[in-house]
């Protein structure tokens, strides 16, 4: 299975910064989609930032939920296998664990099916 183990989350003030990373078990660089999602308890899951790749077009994109833009930014690092969610500006409401999510490209075993990590909390207090 495709494992993914999140890190970097904690407690800081609004107004600071965390870097999110996501260590992934198999090459990224053949990965379709990788993102990063965010819960919190009784809400539904939310996208916050996502890298979607088109290989056969050699085209990629990057989407952003509205409340994030401006303030974060998702990136991978191919050679380490990981992905990365800056977070600057963070405000109260950006408080949720965070969740990583890899979907595996053709040359994957796992092509086509979402992979998720356990998760990280954020806590950003007033």
């Known amino acids: 299975q495709v494992q993914l183990v999140e890190s970097g989350g904690g407690l800081v003030q609004a107004g600071e910064s965390l870097r999110l990373s996501c260590a992934v078990s198999?090459?990224?660089?053949?990965?379709?989609?990788m993102g990063w999602y965010r819960q919190t308890p009784g809400k539904q899951r939310e996208l916050v930032a996502q890298i979607i790749v088109a290989h056969i077009t050699s085209r990629e994109s990057t989407v952003y939920a509205d409340s994030v833009k401006g303030r974060f930014t998702i990136s991978r690092d191919n050679a380490k296998n990981t992905v990365y969610l800056q977070m600057n500006s963070l405000k109260p409401e950006d408080t949720a664990v965070y969740y990583c999510?890899?979907?595996?490209?053709?040359?994957?075993?796992?092509?086509?099916?979402?992979?998720w990590g356990k998760g990280t909390l954020v806590t950003v207090s007033a």
């Open positions: 198999e090459n990224i660089f053949s990965a379709n989609v």
């Open positions: 999510n890899v979907r595996p490209g053709r040359l994957s075993i796992y092509y086509g099916v979402d992979s």
